[in-house]
């Protein structure tokens, strides 16, 4: 292989897929919804955690002399991974580790800590996921506590109620990531670390693999209803170079339904094209043979 590209489509039924600070789903200033790279690689590197793979940007804490937990530091995360990082730790040696880590193989790192200055571009770079459902509405669902305010408890005030809170959500949207594969990023590595083979089919092969599981995998009580529902992947065997793909779907809100025709013409001849759907919930109208996502 030495380029891919492709497409992942996540569904959000009643539920918010990718929050700003404020609660609500993340939109940019126009108001179009959208939802950050950060917020697919983290139910991805959730899931490769989970199966016991070496994942090195994924919060952990520590405990403190107090009894209190802390999020650990980057140096803290890797040594709870490798051993200890000291000043001469050859960087030859960090870097090897560093690649030993599926998430960092897949998305790269920046990795600053004293004595060490290492910066991998990722092979894997996903972009931003646009919502292209045109009827979105964002819903606030009020929540009553079965608990009162305990600061008024604290000072006196009369409660004689308990709290509120509030959830926000859309009653649906579809999310379209575009992203590509560019192996060639790693080449100057093979020259550094012994039997390094850089990015390889295999290592693609399981970033396809979590692409298209790993979100309906992560349920937690806000991401409950955001599903995996598109997958396409397109690779080469020669220099390639391909847009973002996800711009070129065209999708029909009232029939559900994705059309590729557009990115057809892109890809031409002479690539591995696979595409999944949820042939239950997704219309996909397409001249490639479309395969169940589950």
């Known amino acids: 292989m030495k380029r891919a590209y492709g497409v992942i489509g996540v569904r959000a039924i009643m539920s918010n897929w990718n929050a700003d600070f404020t609660g609500r789903p993340k939109s940019t200033s126009e108001g179009e919804i959208f939802g950050s790279d950060k917020a697919l690689k983290y139910p991805m590197k959730r899931m490769w955690a989970d199966e016991g793979k070496k994942v090195m940007y994924l919060k952990s804490y520590i405990e403190e002399k107090d009894g ?5 530091t980057l140096k803290e995360r890797y040594e709870e991974l490798f051993g200890e990082l000291g000043k001469k730790t050859p960087a030859k040696e960090v870097l090897k580790n560093l690649f030993d880590c599926i998430d960092i193989k897949n998305f790269g790192a920046t990795f600053a800590e004293e004595g060490q200055n290492i910066s991998i571009t990722g092979a894997v770079q996903i972009g931003q996921g646009f919502n292209k459902f045109t009827n979105t509405n964002v819903e606030i669902q009020d929540i ?23 959830k926000i959500m859309v009653d649906e949207a579809h999310y379209f990531y575009g992203f590509s594969v560019n192996p060639r990023n790693y080449d100057e590595y093979k020259d550094i670390l012994d039997d390094f083979a850089g990015y390889t089919d295999e290592d693609f092969a399981e970033f396809k693999r979590v692409a298209k599981q790993a979100v309906t995998r992560f349920a937690t009580n806000s991401k409950y209803g955001c599903d995996n529902e598109f997958a396409l992947f397109v690779e080469y065997e020669s220099e390639k170079y391909l847009p973002d793909l996800s711009e070129y779907i065209k999708f029909d809100s009232k029939n559900r339904e994705v059309e590729l025709s557009i990115i057809e013409e892109l890809v031409g001849d002479g690539a591995k094209v696979e595409v999944f759907a949820d042939p239950y919930k997704l219309k996909v109208k397409t001249k490639w043979e479309v395969k169940s996502i589950f």
């Open 144 to 166: 009553l506590s079965p608990f009162s305010d305990g600061k008024k408890v604290k000072s006196g005030e009369d409660v004689n109620q308990s709290t509120l809170g509030t």
């Open 68 to 72: 209190s937990k802390r999020p650990k």
